[in-house]
């Protein structure tokens, strides 16, 4: 099994910054196995989004929303992936979660962290 666990959250004003990281850990053999690592958010009441994510090769996709403002980092070697996030904005404001895609050759799916809240007052 794969744990990830997300840190960096918390209460910013518009128009600052954060860095939320994220870290890899448990079975080598599995962490192997991942191809690309990202950031979605939730908003209540609303669903799940994906917010960027970045491949093995470092090639990265960013919602619309966010394109300029956040950029995506990774770190394979240490099995890490940050978010840094720029010019934030309230509606900016939801619980963030790591996630990362894997694939067995049999099987695919996508480990979860726990989820980091980020709250953008106006």
């Known amino acids: 099994q794969v744990q990830l666990v997300e840190s960096g959250g918390g209460l910013v004003q518009a128009g600052g910054s954060l860095r939320l990281s994220c870290a890899a850990s448990?079975?080598?053999?599995?962490?192997?196995?991942?191809?690309?690592m990202g950031w979605y958010r939730q908003a209540p009441g609303q669903q799940r989004d994906v917010v960027a994510t970045?491949?093995?090769?470092?090639?990265?996709n960013y919602a619309d929303s966010v394109k300029g403002r956040f950029t995506i980092s990774r770190d394979s070697a240490k099995n890490t992936v940050d978010l840094q996030m720029n010019s934030l904005k309230p509606e900016d404001t939801a619980v963030y979660f790591c996630?990362?895609?894997?694939?067995?050759?049999?099987?695919?799916?996508?480990?979860w962290g726990q989820g980091t809240q980020v709250t953008v007052s106006s």
């Open positions: 996630s990362a895609a894997y694939s067995t050759g049999y099987t695919a799916g996508n480990y």
């Open positions: 448990g079975n080598i053999a599995n962490i192997n196995r991942i191809f690309r």
């Open positions: 970045i491949s093995n090769g470092g090639r990265a």
